[in-house]
DNA sequence: TTCTGTGAAAGAATTCACAGCG
DNA sequence: CGCTGTGAATTCTTTCACAGAA
């Protein structure tokens, strides 16, 4: 391992080897070859090699990688090895949604709180969550723990949960909301943004048939 | 314009660039510099320029672009200047969400056909939309014109979707399950991956203090 | 003049190819 | 041997810098 740069898309195909390597391990593979995992992943053996080579050396020579062993350092590299705890905004269709699929998987994530500014929402229960007033929000936030804020709201008001999540001393953003957010350079956004690949798709469909232009992809992208 | 390969990636800044000048359009400006619009993108003008240039010739200089006719450009090169129909597969929370929201908002595309294979979602109505089973798939894509398959089922259905969605005709899958599904090449796929997003948020979140490494990010990515 | 469009240069990411370990 | 780990080579992206149009 060198102290080298890691592209953040480096840090996206680690999450996809640790999914993949789930799926290996509940087949029952002890181990994988970093061949083997950039066949399924679909790119290229070395590419697998020098991502795992910006974090540490995981695998053993002539043999490969032990599956639960890389599993285990790639959660432990992503901080998937622990509970993180998520702050809702917003309890519209989607973040009923997000709350629902939480409490249905057991992943390393848990919502502890959740906030809409509509009257209308407020006392809401999901599990033992009772949907609170964006009033409360620092308050929550200290008292449950609230690492990562979930925004969801509609675009005209994702600007203003942000600053209240941020103020309220959240680390990291979620943003489902078509915007990009301001914020200071200590918290982390990462935006989950449908109708940017909607766009793309659509090019794609459109500019198929009359194939002027070669386009090049990425995974996980 | 040249005859050149395009990045995926100056794609999706397309659709940014987009859903800034309705912005702009918005508030009544009418034109708008390379430098401007990469201001409001956080970008590189230059970067603005050659990802236009791509497609043609949209600028006028000493002055900037037209608001209005970029967009308008934009719009077409994206395929966004036309309605698409989608059949949604699953409707659970997630689906739901997906299915209302796209009532809500008028932004060229809307929902034509939901499928699912639980008995007990079948019949159920969303505006004039009815729930039918995964067998009808192929009648109701004819029937319907749906041209966009959307995946809202638990991982382990997707590919089974994927592959009725496919063989029923559809020729783009916009894919909201955590697995990457095989398809022919004549069918485009776009992820909406959120558990890959949140292990990059977990990651930076984990490394924030010990500053090891520098890691390097994209925009829309 | 101002700002676009675009070759050329610089910078990143990916892939090759092989030394070296098990 | 077979496979990892990694410099070197290649390819792809971004940025610079300026010619040329309005």
Redesign the pocket.
Same mark, same amino acid.
């Given at each position: 391992?060198?102290f080298e740069? !890691?592209? *953040? !898309? #480096?840090v996206t195909?680690l999450a996809v080897y640790a999914r993949k390597l789930e799926h290996l391990d509940q087949k029952g593979e002890e181990v /994988?070859? *970093? /061949?083997?995992?950039a066949d399924i992943c679909r !790119?290229?053996? #070395?590419?697998?090699?020098?991502?795992? #080579?910006y974090f =540490?050396?995981? =695998?053993?020579? =002539?043999?490969?990688?032990y599956v639960k062993g890389l599993l285990l350092e790639i959660s432990k590299i992503l901080g998937l090895d622990r509970e993180w705890h998520f702050g809702l905004v917003g309890v519209g269709n989607l973040g009923w949604a997000l709350l629902k699929h939480a409490q249905s998987v057991k992943k390393g994530y848990s919502f502890v709180a959740a906030f809409d500014k509509r009257p209308n929402r407020i006392g809401l229960k999901v599990g033992d969550i009772r949907v609170e007033p964006l009033e409360s929000m620092k308050c929550m936030v200290k008292e449950k723990g609230v690492e990562i804020g979930v925004i969801a709201v509609k675009p005209e008001w994702a600007q203003d949960a942000a600053d209240r999540l941020v103020s309220a001393g959240v680390r990291g953003i979620l943003n489902f909301a078509p915007v990009e957010l301001n914020s200071p350079a200590s918290v982390s956004i990462e935006n989950v943004d449908f109708s940017l690949k909607l766009g793309v798709l659509c090019y794609r469909l459109t500019t198929a048939k009359s194939k002027r232009h070669h386009i090049?992809?990425?995974?996980g992208a």
């Open positions: 391992m060198k740069k !890691i592209p *953040s !898309i #480096a195909r /994988v070859s *970093s /061949v083997r995992l !790119i290229n053996p #070395a590419q697998v090699r020098k991502d795992l #080579a =540490g050396q995981f =695998g053993i020579r =002539g043999l490969g990688y090049t992809s990425k995974l």
